[in-house]
Nanobody, 115 residues
Framework: QVQLVESGGGLVQAGGSLRLSCAAS????????MGWYRQAPGKQRDLVAS???????NYANSVKGRFTVSRDNAKKTLWLQMNSLKPEDTAVYYC?????????WGQGTQVTVSS
């Protein structure tokens, strides 16, 4: 069974930094695009950042210049480095990966930014 396991969420002050990680495991034949989504209370789940198998990245306008997404294909691991955090970044963050031709999601990790 394919699983995505996240870590790194927590509580930080505005202007601080946090690093999220997501490791894929199980019967994996191929991994294509990976990315991070977030969902605030009462809001829809939106794309934060994505990265292709060859390293091409895309970012939501609200996080450009502050967040960096990266991956290690050998380790099947995805990261999100979050700098200059704002209260508006507060949300549950979900790891996403397209694996074996299907969509998989992590369990979600809470990120809270206080002012």
């Amino acid at each position: 069974q394919v699983q995505l396991v996240e870590s790194g969420g927590g509580l930080v002050q505005a202007g601080g930094s946090l690093r999220l990680s997501c490791a894929a495991s199980g019967s994996i034949f191929s991994i294509n695009t990976m990315g991070w989504y977030r969902q605030a209370p009462g809001k829809q789940r939106d794309l934060v950042a994505s990265i292709s198998a060859l390293g091409r990245t895309n970012y939501a306008n609200s996080v450009k210049g502050r967040f960096t997404v990266s991956r290690d294909n050998a380790k099947k691991t995805l990261w999100l480095q979050m700098n200059s955090l704002k209260p508006e970044d507060t949300a549950v963050y979900y790891c996403y990966s397209h694996i074996n031709g299907g969509d998989y999601w992590g369990q979600g990790t809470q990120v809270t930014v206080s002012s």
